[in-house]
Nanobody
Framework: QVQPVESGGGSVQAGGSLRLSCAAS????????VGWFRQAPGKERDVVAI????????YYADFVKGRFTISKDNAANTLYLQMNSLKPEDTAMYYC????????????????????????WGQGTQVTVSS
């Protein structure tokens, strides 16, 4: 199975926390860009956070900086997203995805933030934040 599998979503009140997990296959995880994305009903899919598993490069969308933290367990091919200080506007389906080869900027060890560069998508996990 090359598609990632997300878990950890749920319903929380504003100000609460959730931790999402993403189990990926070694083939799509190792030395690759992996990340979290979200899509609310009627809206486009957005990048939330991306990291390079072969280094330390990390990207956060402005709307989650200081609240969400992406982390990884390379030995387990697992990606996490710790979400704190959740807001109702964080309500969305959250997806984990691994990039195509084009996602990795080899020269800099950084990642593309273009959604089209990510081709291995999980089914998503729902996060609902109530006010």
């Amino acid at each position: 199975q090359v598609q990632p599998v997300e878990s950890g979503g749920g319903s929380v009140q504003a100000g609460g926390s959730l931790r999402l997990s993403c189990a990926a296959s070694r083939v799509t995880y190792s030395n690759n860009c992996v990340g979290w994305f979200r899509q609310a009903p009627g809206k486009e899919r957005d990048v939330v956070a991306i990291t390079y598993t072969g280094g330390s490069s990390t990207y956060y969308a402005d709307f989650v900086k200081g609240r969400f933290t992406i982390s990884k367990d390379n030995a387990a091919n697992t990606l996490y997203l710790q979400m704190n200080s959740l807001k109702p506007e964080d309500t969305a389906m959250y997806y984990c995805a691994a990039g195509w080869a084009s996602a990795v900027r080899r020269a800099s060890g950084s990642c593309s933030t273009t959604i089209a560069d990510f081709g291995y998508w999980g089914q998503g996990t729902q996060v609902t934040v109530s006010s």
